[in-house]
């Protein structure tokens, strides 16, 4: 397949603008099918905004973009859910959208809380929650995928198997995948090419060239770029759905 028909959505030189104030400008970036760019960069860096140019949220933006499917799926970073209410999981995503049962769990099943399914909400961990959003948004097998900051609130070991589990998505459904992070270091072995904001573009390119970039160091400090030396092995396990270290 080459680089033109497996383009997903381009930003060209893409920047919005609130109350005379740029969020974000200058982004230029490239998702395509089977490859996953992460946006990282500090608070209000305008790595959500970016992503919201990118759905198309935001329509007088400065610059371009280019989208080439409407098969989208999306995890906010923040969603309102009334916990009192004995919502169970097959429930929750049917909330919006009528969705088979085979391809509810087809998804629960890839994500891996397929156990979960007539669990109630408020009795799930963090962990598992952003899983159940994953399925949500990959129930009808999106071409694109959004994920906005999708491991918050789980701990170090649940962050590297839910970022496992990204990449297992990515290659399973071919899928484009859009991710952004508070930090390079848990998503440098799961992602293709990164993106690092502060209002701007700082620098972008593979997760090794990030880390050694000045103005990633600048942002993140110099024992941001020293831990990802970590991460140059190769692994010789792998995570479960429980973030617990399997041998391969």
Same mark, same amino acid.
């Given at each position: 397949m080459s680089s033109e028909n497996s383009t997903l959505v381009k930003?060209?030189? +893409?920047?919005?603008?609130?109350?005379?104030?740029?969020?974000? /400008?200058?982004?230029?970036?490239?998702?395509?099918?089977?490859?996953?760019?992460?946006?990282?960069?500090?608070?209000?860096?305008?790595?959500?905004?970016? +992503?919201?140019? +990118?759905?198309?949220?935001?329509?007088?933006? /400065?610059?371009?973009?280019?989208?080439?499917?409407?098969?989208?799926?999306?995890?906010?970073?923040?969603?309102?859910?009334?916990?009192?209410?004995?919502?169970?999981?097959?429930?929750?995503?049917?909330?919006?959208?009528?969705?088979?049962? /085979? +391809?509810i769990d087809e998804a629960l099943n890839l994500t891996g809380v397929i156990h979960l399914k007539n669990k109630n909400l408020g009795n799930l961990s963090g962990g598992e929650f952003q899983r159940v959003l994953i399925a949500r948004a990959i129930s009808k097998k999106p071409e694109l995928l959004v994920l906005d900051e999708p491991v918050q609130g789980v701990d170090y070991t649940g962050e590297i198997a839910l970022y496992e589990l990204i990449k297992r998505i990515s290659d399973t459904l071919n899928c484009g995948i859009l991710l952004i992070s508070h930090d390079l270091h848990t998503v440098m072995t799961a992602t293709d090419h990164v993106v690092c904001l502060n209002g701007h573009v700082c620098c972008s390119g593979t997760p090794m060239d990030v880390a050694k970039n000045n103005e990633y160091k600048t942002l993140f400090g110099e024992q941001a770029s020293q831990i990802l030396s970590v991460y140059e092995h190769k692994h010789d396990h792998v995570h479960s759905d429980k973030g617990e270290i399997k041998k391969n």
């Open positions: 930003l060209n030189n +893409a920047g919005f603008k609130q109350n005379d104030k740029w969020l974000v /400008e200058g982004v230029s970036l490239t998702v395509e099918k089977g490859k996953i760019v992460t946006l990282i960069g500090p608070n209000g860096s305008g790595k959500s905004t970016t +992503a919201k140019i +990118a759905l198309g949220i935001y329509k007088n933006i /400065e610059g371009s973009v280019e989208k080439y499917t409407n098969k989208v799926g999306y995890v906010p970073q923040k969603i309102s859910i009334d916990w009192t209410l004995p919502l169970r999981v097959h429930d929750f995503m049917l909330l919006t959208e009528n969705i088979k049962d /085979e +391809a």
